[in-house]
């Protein structure tokens, strides 16, 4: 049955229609096959080109029809045919027809090395990129991170008010607990750092070391201990760099992340999440080795470290219901549970007198 | 056989058609979305590649189908290379906007120009990428010209666009439509582009008006009453949401008419040798599609909301509803379950997309289509050196879209 049908194809080839392109020249050729030794195509009943059956391979072509191509012909010459017994003909001499074929085999090795690229890349997220903060940040310049701070500065006071408190005497009182903790942290005194007039109750520090503090955390302190904490927890972030370290974590992160996903429309908010999970426990580690230096600075200045705590608990609240792995900052809870671990008795003098702290307290009321 | 070398001596002109089956269509795409979320993204490469093969050789140009030649390792190769060129630039950008801000806010505006130009370089190359892949009766299309030539063209017209509101688009397009279709080939026919800026806006002015220059108006009538009378003023705010409104659900119709008076004057531009384009397309072609995919939007949507709800409401209970946004507040469960609910919700949402608006939208231009004097391009040498995917990989790399 099998080479009954060979034949009949063979002999009836000469009236079978078939389109030759020999991918010179556009021209439309139509032509006879013959399945010799090789696939002989004719045309007007002279031979054109013989392709052997083992070179050829098929080429995209619509429902219904079969076209090929063949590696020792140009690369664009086609032979197309929508006969029936032709392409069973063909399909069935050509042994080698599918073994180009994009996208067949394919799907396994892509999806075997799209994952290691994202294993790959997700390792180096969470231990190359951290281990690269640490290592660059210290080749960074401090002048570098001083114009990282003054542009930083200029969007905070855009984003704040920023006006700057400048009661003389809360000044006077400001800049004495501020040297205290400068010097008991061992910094030279490069340190610039101002009271902003803000109702939000917080602190930070800029790259290139200045620290601000916010007006709204002064109203809610009762005592000097207190904002000396905070001031040495800002100027723990100033010592460790970490503006800069964080500016190199998240820019690696992000473009990292960027890569996966990268062009499934609406991704970004997969991506957006799956950055804030990195940065914030990256962003905790930090905030914990200020922590200790806070406590480290409070314990040589013979202070407790347990009043900034408790600040922080007055401001924040019991944290326990929000996402543990979501936030930036350990638990307020955890923080004063640990600084009150390292609780102890003053040993040293208070850091600013009562009457010292009133004006602080009032640094932002304007008076002569 | 005898037939084909007898030429009538009027040629009637031939259409365009394509035969491509929808389901057919449906089922890449949707093996391709979930094959993208499980290689998260690089599949993509694949995907467009196999989506340009299913719409060129389902395409016929007088009986015979066209090829796309392209593969996917190349579209990687072009992303991995662009990506190894944007990085230091994307770096360098960062230092020289940080020193160019600390001197002054917004003096880093020159760098946002240089990446439109940048991205103009690489719509032109992808162009160029994609064409260069395209075969039809044996012979490829070839492209020449400058990708920075071009990029300068369209920064320069961009320049204007933003000075006009976008009046003078039809100009900008005809323009740049000039500069790519005369560096474009087929063999040694060259190619060249006859629409004028003019036809173009007489077609489509009416969508500016009502789009930009009816909401402009508004919006400054509106804003400030001191201006105007008291009573005009006090109109125009009670009538404001109605406006709006109207403008919203106006928007598809306006789109949709746009693209398909875009489309219609482009094809009709465009010219090989003597082998001429013409299209049919009427503008309210498209339409419908816009609004299909409004549909399927809004339906995803509400199954995201009710998916959302099921899985509170499975976590905490009916009967303590009120109180579940604080409970599930920070839940890792809920969270997870809400990640899984989002990615089916974009996948199906691509799915979506690339059913109407990209094998839709191509089977009905490619259907109102129609060439007159093929027999032009009955015997063309073939000529054209195959273009490098670095455009599309730039493309990718800055998400600018176009052709």
Redesign the interface.
């Known amino acids: 049955m099998d080479s009954g049908a060979e034949n009949s194809a063979a002999a009836s080839a000469p009236t079978n229609p078939a389109?030759y392109?020999?991918?010179?020249?556009?021209?439309?050729r139509?032509v006879s096959l013959v399945f010799g030794n090789a696939l002989e195509i004719n045309q007007d009943g002279h031979a054109v080109v013989a392709w052997s059956y083992d070179d050829i391979r098929r080429?995209?072509?619509?429902?219904g029809?079969l076209?090929l191509s063949c590696l020792a012909a140009?690369p664009?010459?086609?032979l197309?045919t929508r006969d029936a017994a032709l392409v069973a003909e063909l399909n069935s001499r050509c042994a080698r027809l599918d073994q180009d074929a994009?996208?067949r085999r394919?799907?396994g090795a892509?999806?075997g090395?799209?994952?290691a690229?994202?294993v790959s890349i997700v390792a180096v997220v969470l231990f190359g990129v951290p281990l690269a903060a640490d290592r660059l940040t210290p080749l960074v310049p401090q002048s570098f991170e001083r114009?990282?701070g003054?542009?930083a500065e200029?969007q905070v006071r855009i984003v704040f008010g920023g006006k700057v408190c400048e009661n003389p005497a809360g000044r006077a009182a400001f800049i004495k607990l501020v040297n205290a903790v400068r010097e008991a942290g061992n910094f030279e005194a490069s340190v610039e750092s101002a009271v902003l007039s803000s109702p939000i109750p917080n602190a930070f520090a800029l790259p290139g070391g200045k620290v601000y503090l916010f007006s709204g955390l002064l109203a809610k302190a009762d005592n000097a201990d207190e904002i000396a904490g905070i001031l040495g927890h800002e100027l723990g972030h100033v010592r460790n760099r970490d503006g800069t370290r964080t500016l190199i974590h998240n820019?690696g992160t992000s473009?990292l992340i960027g890569?996966?996903?990268?062009?499934?429309?609406?991704?970004s908010?997969?991506i957006f999440?799956s950055r804030s999970l990195v940065t914030a426990s990256y962003s905790r580690e930090a905030e914990q080795a200020a922590d200790s230096f806070a406590i480290s600075v409070m314990h040589r200045l013979g202070r407790s470290p347990k009043p900034m705590g408790e600040l922080m608990f007055r401001v924040t609240g019991k944290e326990a219901?929000?996402?543990?792995?979501?936030a930036n900052h350990p638990l307020t809870e955890d923080r004063l549970a640990r600084m009150s671990r390292e609780d102890a008795p003053p040993s040293g003098p208070p850091l600013l007198t009562p009457q010292e702290w009133q004006s602080l307290k009032a640094i932002c009321v304007q008076g002569n | 056989v005898n037939q084909m070398s007898f030429v009538p001596p009027p040629p009637p002109p031939v259409p365009v058609s394509f035969s491509g089956d929808r389901g057919e269509f449906r089922r890449l795409v949707e093996y391709g979305a979930g094959l993208e979320l499980i290689t998260v993204g690089f599949y993509r490469f694949w995907l467009a590649t196999d989506i340009r093969r299913h719409l060129w050789s389902n395409t016929h140009i007088d009986g015979d189908a066209a090829e796309y030649t392209g593969r996917a390792r190349e579209l990687l190769i072009g992303f991995l290379f662009a990506l190894a060129i944007l990085v230091p630039i994307y770096l360098s950008y960062f230092l020289v906007g940080l020193e160019a801000e600390r001197l002054k806010a917004f003096a880093s505006f020159p760098l946002f120009a240089f990446f439109y130009l940048f991205g103009q370089f690489a719509i032109y190359r992808a162009r160029r990428y994609r064409l260069t892949r395209t075969v039809w009766r044996g012979v490829r299309f070839w492209m020449s010209g400058s990708g920075w030539a071009y990029a300068a063209r369209a920064a320069l017209w961009g320049v204007l666009m933003i000075f006009t509101l976008g009046l003078i688009l039809p100009w900008r397009e005809a323009a740049l439509e000039r500069y790519k279709m005369r560096h474009s080939f087929y063999g040694d026919l060259q190619g060249s582009f006859e629409g004028r800026g003019w036809e173009f806006f007489k077609r489509g002015w009416w969508i500016w008006f009502t789009a930009i220059a009816l909401p402009v108006i508004g919006a400054v009538a509106s804003a400030p009453p001191r201006f105007f009378p008291l009573p005009l003023a006090k109109a125009a705010t009670q009538i404001a949401p109605f406006l709006w409104f109207g403008m919203l659900v106006a928007a598809p119709f306006l789109y949709g008419a746009f693209k398909a008076v875009q489309w219609r004057w482009w094809i009709s531009g465009i010219r090989f040798g003597d082998v001429r384009l013409e299209s049919e397309l009427r503008p309210q072609a498209l339409i419908g599609l816009y609004w299909k995919v409004i549909g399927w939007f809004l339906l995803l949507v509400v199954l995201l909301a009710v998916y959302l709800f099921a899985c509170a409401a499975a976590m905490v209970g009916i009967s303590d509803f009120s109180h579940a946004a604080g409970k599930l507040q920070g839940s890792i469960p809920m969270l997870v379950l809400g990640g899984i609910g989002y990615l089916a919700f974009i996948l199906l949402l691509n799915v979506v997309f690339r059913i109407y608006l990209l094998r839709d939208l191509w089977a009905r231009v490619m259907g109102s289509t129609i060439l007159h004097h093929i027999e032009a391009a009955a015997n063309v040498t073939a000529r054209g050196e195959l273009a490098n995917a670095l455009g599309e990989g730039f493309a990718d790399g800055l998400d600018v879209a176009g052709f």
């Open positions: 389109i392109f020999d991918g010179l020249s556009s021209r439309r139509a080429a995209d072509s619509p429902a029809s076209r140009p664009l010459a086609r197309e994009p996208g394919g799907v892509i999806v090395w799209s994952l690229a994202a114009r990282l003054a542009v200029q820019g473009f890569l996966l996903f990268g062009d499934i429309t609406g991704s908010a997969l999440a219901s929000g996402l543990s792995i979501l």
